[in-house]
């Protein structure tokens, strides 16, 4: 009769090594790591007058902007902090440090802020433009 051992990878790897667990824990950290923050397709956009744009954002504790718009898909990835936002129609969403965020062209932002009153957020916001144009409109609250 033939028996199957199964091993999980922390076991296999301390097997294969010839460490005890406890060496295995203090191996350090390789030196470059990755991941997929974001995968989002684009609307079709202008290749010939293509550009890109990150803007560092900041918002005290407890600060947020007036509703406004981008005139551009939006692209965020949070530094430090907390992150509120809504778009126009859509639910009211919280990003932490480490996630990242996709806004499309046009949304309008009702709630773009900080979601602590006493941590600052910190995020980058990357415009994928394929036209000259601000990058942010203050949009009339509806009454």
Partial sequence: MTRTLRFDLPTVLILATGCSAAEAAQQPEPAEQSRVALSQALPKLDGAKLAVTVVEVRYAPGGSSAPHSHPCPVIGYVIEGAFKTQVRGGPIE?????????????????????????????????????????????????P
């Fill in 94 to 142: 919280v990003f932490r440090a480490g996630q990242s965020f996709y806004e499309p062209a046009n949304g309008v932002h009702q709630v773009s802020g900080n979601a602590s009153d006493r941590i600052p957020v910190r995020f980058l916001a990357t415009f994928v433009c394929d036209h000259t144009a601000p990058l942010s409109q203050l949009v009339p609250s509806r």
